[in-house]
């Protein structure tokens, strides 16, 4: 069985360029949180894209704080504006044995790459369509390639949060 997690950044600050924005202290324990939570799960996520932005890069650094252990990482710059098409082309290349794959972006690609690979019927996905909180995740469990995720694949999807 396979593992698809997306997750927005952590909270990050306000006064810098977009692309340079930094986390709160606040944005820091929600990443350390959601690294404990993530841990207690996925003993390893095999390979993570994260978008090139600076908060979704220290909310990286923090889930390892946290405990998340990770194999290969991939910095993609393509996923600081993504849409839901660039998530899917993210997990399209994703290595065929990974078991996990976790994506740090967003919003509104990732509510819209959930949104897009969900059933919408389904109260979880109902909920994560309408916008990531901050520090927030949605697992979704497949027992078919990465390469052959598709719209509406996907229909059962969990929700992780730190609030």
Not at 145 to 155: R, T
Request: one cysteine or more.
């Amino acid at each position: 069985m396979k593992n698809l997690i997306v997750m927005r950044h952590a909270e990050a600050a306000f006064g810098y360029a977009d692309h340079d924005r930094p986390l709160t202290d606040y944005g820091q324990s929600q990443a350390r949180v959601m690294g404990s939570m993530l841990a207690q799960r996925f003993p390893v996520i095999d390979y993570v894209w994260v978008s090139d932005a600076l908060r979704t890069r220290q909310t990286l650094a923090g889930l390892e704080v946290g405990g998340a252990r990770f194999g290969q990482v991939q910095v993609s710059p393509d996923l600081y504006d993504g849409s839901h098409l660039d998530l899917v082309h993210c997990v399209h290349g994703s290595p065929p044995e990974c078991a996990a794959v976790l994506i740090v972006a967003h919003e509104p690609g990732v509510s819209s790459v959930v949104s897009y690979l969900g059933d919408t019927s389904t109260p979880v996905t109902r909920t994560l369509m309408r916008g990531f909180s901050p520090a927030t995740v949605g697992i979704a469990q497949m027992d078919f390639p990465w390469g052959a995720v598709e719209m509406g694949m996907l229909p059962v999807w969990e929700k992780l949060s730190t609030e």
